[in-house]
């Protein structure tokens, strides 16, 4: 047989070059590249005879499952965020941020499942056995059944696995300290932690355990070590949060078995976290309704309606260049808000600085915000306040036109349930709900909104 040739891999995105490099082409990292053994492990075994496999229609498969089996942890926020549950024989990576609270949610979910009955096993590479019960101690998880072990060895971790009873889940914290026998390369290279993860979903397919793999996140915000991890798994969730602010979003942004764009939402307090039902609440909590610069705007996380407050602060600048600032907002979106406010509604921004904040350290993602964006802006300017009682939304488009957008009803009718008896949205939504007793302003274009706050 042919040696292997080594291969050169990129720790950051896992691209494969032929010879080795200072500079990455696949994600333009620099000094990232490692030599690697590309059979690392697996299956280099020699002469393995191919296994015939066998096909199957779908319609003979109708009648056999029809739903995953999950497993749900009691825990609201989390069930929400994976879609109902954890699925059976399913592999799912939660990213985030080191000191986060990755493993304090983890431990709170092995402690829930456990007292509903379920056989977890914890399996810590970064603290001792004693600290994971530190944790638990503080979280209220001591008197629970689950099983505790460090270990950051593959080989070892599977054995400890099969020792106990067959678990349900299992929780890796986290893939970047797993490490295999059978790879040779070091401890936290592409090769390692890929080898290590593929072991931990063969595991998991094999026996119908959930494995739930913790990763951290680089700054650049992702999963440290190879990109492909990702493709690996089932469902991918990343734990956010400002950690200046005490609460934690779980998003899901890959789910083979369940929706991608819904949140799970929580709260980080001296016992662990506690879930939040109504983040609307808590993103309107510290609202000065008085000041100019502040709009409530009406948005929607996967099926939920979340409000959330935006503030603008524009100054007239001393500066040649005026400054843009922007926090938890796409600072692209806001020169595009600003440049349809010159072109077509004369609100002139040249000379002035601006800065956006969204309330509460939360990210907004929906071009939605648009309106509500402009409408702090332009208030701001004015030194106007808008209406304590009036929420917005719509997305604005280039030409100053606004677009109805997805959700109307839904959007409106969390307005109402908060005590909000005003809308500003775009002309011509669907699904207004009928006999409501808000007032709801339809307008057509950004100058028509300017016009009215202004006026
Ligand atoms: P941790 O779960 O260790 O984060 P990760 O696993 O993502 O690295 O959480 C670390 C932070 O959470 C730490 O700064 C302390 C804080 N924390 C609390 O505020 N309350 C608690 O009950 C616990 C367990 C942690
Ligand atoms: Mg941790």
């Known amino acids: 047989m042919a040696k292997a040739k080594t291969q050169f891999v990129c720790q950051n995105c896992g691209t494969v070059h032929s010879r080795w490099a200072g500079k990455c082409d696949g994600c333009g990292e620099w000094n990232t590249i490692v030599e690697e053994d590309p059979m690392g492990g697996i299956g280099s075994g020699p002469g393995k005879a191919p296994k015939k496999g066998r096909a199957v229609t779908l319609t003979a498969l109708s009648g056999e499952i029809e739903e995953a089996p999950r497993i749900p942890t009691g825990m609201g926020e989390l069930d ?56 638990a101690q503080r979280l209220g998880a ?34 970047q300290t797993l490490w295999s026998d059978t790879a040779d390369s070091a401890p936290g290279t592409v090769t390692q932690v890929r080898t290590g993860v593929q072991a931990m979903i063969r595991y998991a397919k094999q026996t119908g355990a959930t ?24 469902a991918v969730l990343y734990f956010e949060g400002d950690r200046g602010h005490h609460y934690r979003i779980l998003r899901t942004v890959k789910n083979r078995f369940g929706p991608t764009d819904e949140i799970g939402v929580f709260e980080m307090s001296d016992k662990g976290l506690r879930e939040v039902a109504n983040p609307s609440e808590l993103f309107l909590g510290e609202r000065n309704e008085k000041a100019p610069g502040a709009a409530v705007f009406a948005g929607m996380e996967g099926t939920r309606p979340v409000l959330v407050e935006v503030q603008a602060l524009v ?54 915000a648009d309106m509500a964006i402009a409408s702090a802006l332009v208030s701001s300017l004015a030194g106007l306040a808008l209406p304590a009682d009036c929420v917005y939304f719509g997305e604005v488009s280039l030409s100053g036109a606004v677009r109805p957008v997805a959700h109307t009803a839904q959007r409106l009718k969390e307005a109402e349930k908060l005590g909000f008896s005003a809308a500003v949205l775009p002309a011509a939504s669907p699904d207004l709900p009928k006999g409501s007793k808000g007032k709801w302003r339809e307008v057509d274009s950004l100058p028509d909104l300017v016009a009215r706050i202004a006026g």
């Open 80 to 135: 929400r965020a994976t879609g109902g549950g954890f699925v059976r024989g399913s592999a799912v990576l939660i990213g985030g941020d080191p000191g986060i609270g990755k493993s304090t949610l983890l431990m709170q979910a092995a402690a829930a499942l456990s007292r509903r009955g379920h056989r977890v096993i914890y399996v810590s590479g970064e603290e001792a056995v004693a600290q994971v019960r530190l944790r």
């Open 142 to 175: 001591a008197d629970t059944d689950v099983l505790l072990a460090a270990e950051t060895n593959v080989e070892d971790i599977l054995a400890t696995i099969s020792e106990s009873k067959r678990p349900d889940l299992v929780i890796i914290d986290s893939i």
């Open 211 to 234: 494995m739930v793999l913790v990763g951290h996140v680089t700054k650049e915000g992702q999963i440290a070590g190879p990109r492909v991890v990702e493709h690996m798994v089932d």
């Open 315 to 368: 100054a007239a600048t001393s500066l040649g260049t005026p400054r843009r600032a922007v926090v938890g907002w796409d600072s692209s979106r806001l020169a595009m808000i600003l440049a349809v406010l010159e072109a077509h509604c004369g609100v002139r921004l040249g000379q002035h600085d601006v800065y956006l904040n969204v309330a509460g350290g939360y990210r907004i993602r929906e071009p939605a």
